[in-house]
Structure formats: structure tokens, C-alpha cells
């Protein structure tokens, strides 16, 4: 087995991926999913001028939604390369999260604490009842993400349409986004302009993100931050050409949508 299966089951108290979108920000609890998607490790500089270590997961579960799990510290190079190495090989563990801390930020996420435990495929009912459903319906299946906004009303991007119908209807055109699903091909990617360099320190839960400047000849600089320092953070802004059978359109992918498309991180490349 992947892990310990003996564990005291009074432990857990698991909540479904749907019931997060109502939790309160830094509420601590526990909640098991399938693992469908294993950012690369990337360094994160805080403020306090440590770095650590930073890897995105998606969970989901039946009850139709996902959320992103985001693993801090020793957790990427333990558990989190684990899932990764398992995932790109096309295995979907079953992964329990024992105190995840909800995260409230265009959406809710949750994040590893001090206090977190993870266990891959863990031997009780929860965990097989997952893998019986992923493996019969749940794969083939979508589900909406809580870790992105909801609008009133429902989910934002459970309409689809096609290339000619974002034109027709002249879709992202208003001051207001319009959110949709679109099935498309990419036809050809800008190379000259695939990346920027963003800001790697931490306010709160979330990176900064914000494009530096250059310092002198080995430092960089963040005006949001005000500070100065030696390493920065390369982070997708892919333009992209996608077509469909009805016309083609330009998009911009960023960051952990160019991972999933590239397969690398930006700093790789």
C-alpha cells in the first residue's frame, strides 16, 4: 500500500469539495478527492526573505465540484512528487487531507498548515467508494471549480459556446467578463512573448505576482512590494491561436493553465 492504512478513524471528519464554497476564510478541516492535475514545484520567496517551496494540486470528488489544494515546504518534495510522478503517469490517487486551511481569493482554495497530514490512497470506505466512482463515471466527467469566482446565479463557466459565437455575441467585449467553456484546438503559440517576470514574495496566502523591473545587473524590483531581490518568478502570459469548426480566435493562457498546456513551468523554458 501507498500509505499506513491503520488509521484512527475518528480522526477525519470529511467535508464534501461542494460545502467549501461556504466555509469561512482560514477554517480548518478535512476533505478527500481524487488528484487530477500536480503543478511543478516552484521556489516562493516571503517577505521575510526565506524562501520555500510551492506546488498547486486539484482535488474533486461526486459531489460535482474541485478545488486547488497548494502545498507548502517539505510537503512538495514528500507527498506532492509522489502525486506528480503518479499523475504524469497517468494514475489518479485517492488523497486525504487531514487540517487543510480554507483559503478565501477569487474563490476558495485550500492550503497545507504546520499541523496538515496527507495520505495517498488510504485504506477506508471514503477512499474506495472515490476510486469505485472516479474510475466508472467521475474521469469522464466535469466539475466546476470553487477555487475560481462564482457569479450570482450559479457557476460562471458551465456555458459553452463556439469560436463564431463569442464573436457573434461579442463576448468580452463589455466592461463585464463574460465566462464560458469553449472545446478548441491549439493552432499556433507567440514564442517571443510567452512569459514575464512576476514578483515571488508573499502577501498573506498569495504570491504577488506583479511584473518586476530590473535593479542594476543582478536584482530585480517590485514597485507594489518595495523591495528589491536577487531571483524572480517567470510566469506564463501565453498568446495563443485556438480554432474550432466554426473560426478561429486568439487567447491568453497564464500561469497554471501554460503549465497544463506547455508541460513545464515558465522558468524551465
Not at 497530514?117 to 469505485?132: T, V, Y
Amino acid at each position: 500500500p501507498d500509505e499506513d492504512g491503520s488509521i484512527p478513524r475518528q480522526q477525519f471528519s470529511f467535508r464534501p469539495i461542494s460545502d467549501i464554497e461556504n466555509v469561512e476564510n482560514n477554517a480548518i478541516l478535512d476533505v478527500i478527492g481524487v488528484v487530477t492535475y500536480v503543478s511543478p514545484t516552484v521556489p516562493i520567496l516571503r517577505k521575510n526573505g526565506m524562501e520555500t517551496q510551492r506546488r498547486i494540486l486539484n482535488l474533486k470528488d461526486n459531489s460535482g465540484r474541485s478545488v486547488e489544494l497548494t502545498l507548502w515546504g517539505e510537503f512538495c518534495n514528500r507527498e506532492g512528487q509522489k502525486l506528480q510522478e503518479m499523475v504524469d503517469a497517468g494514475v489518479f490517487p485517492i488523497l486525504a487531507v487531514k487540517a487543510g486551511k480554507v483559503n478565501e481569493f477569487s474563490g476558495k482554495s485550500i492550503g497545507s498548515i504546520s499541523t496538515t497530514q496527507l495520505f495517498i490512497n488510504p485504506d477506508f470506505p471514503e477512499a474506495q467508494s472515490l476510486r469505485n466512482w472516479f474510475d466508472q463515471v467521475g474521469k469522464d466527467s466535469a466539475s466546476l471549480s470553487v477555487s475560481k469566482d462564482i457569479t450570482h446565479g450559479g457557476p460562471k463557466n458551465e456555458i459553452r459556446k463556439t469560436v463564431s459565437q463569442i464573436k457573434d455575441e461579442g463576448l468580452g467585449r463589455s466592461d463585464k467578463p463574460d465566462w464560458i467553456t469553449l472545446r478548441a484546438a491549439i493552432s499556433f503559440i507567440k514564442t517571443d512573448t510567452f512569459c514575464y517576470t512576476g514578483c515571488p514574495l508573499m502577501i498573506g496566502d498569495r504570491q504577488c505576482n506583479k511584473k518586476v523591473i530590473r535593479s542594476g545587473d543582478t536584482r530585480w524590483q517590485c514597485d507594489r512590494c518595495n523591495q528589491e531581490f536577487e531571483e524572480c518568478d517567470y510566469r506564463y502570459l501565453l498568446q495563443a491561436q485556438i480554432l474550432d469548426n466554426t473560426g478561429l480566435t486568439w487567447v491568453t493562457a497564464f500561469q497554471e493553465a501554460g503549465e497544463e498546456i506547455m508541460g513545464y513551468s515558465a522558468k524551465d523554458l
